[in-house]
């Protein structure tokens, strides 16, 4: 016959954008390039006795704690 159907095809195309895309953001992760999402807005943080906003990453899920 003449090679696989097109919807084959098609499949395998989606498939290797999505892994592309999952690699990219990897990449900006080790880069230090979070995306860094609120978790918990300013609350007084009784350990380093100052404010902090608590935030993690959508991609990785590494946490980070800012100071005001
Ligand atoms: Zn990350």
Redesign the pocket.
């Known amino acids: 016959m003449s090679g696989p159907p097109n919807n084959v095809v098609q499949l395998r195309k989606v498939r290797s954008e999505r892994t592309a895309k999952r690699a990219e953001g990897k990449t900006?992760?080790s880069s230090g390039f979070?995306?860094w999402e609120t978790l918990k807005h300013s609350h007084f943080d009784v350990k380093q006795g100052k404010l902090v906003t608590t935030q993690q990453?959508s991609?990785?899920g590494?946490q980070r704690v800012q100071g005001t």
């Open positions: 900006l992760c979070h995306k990453c991609r990785c590494q």
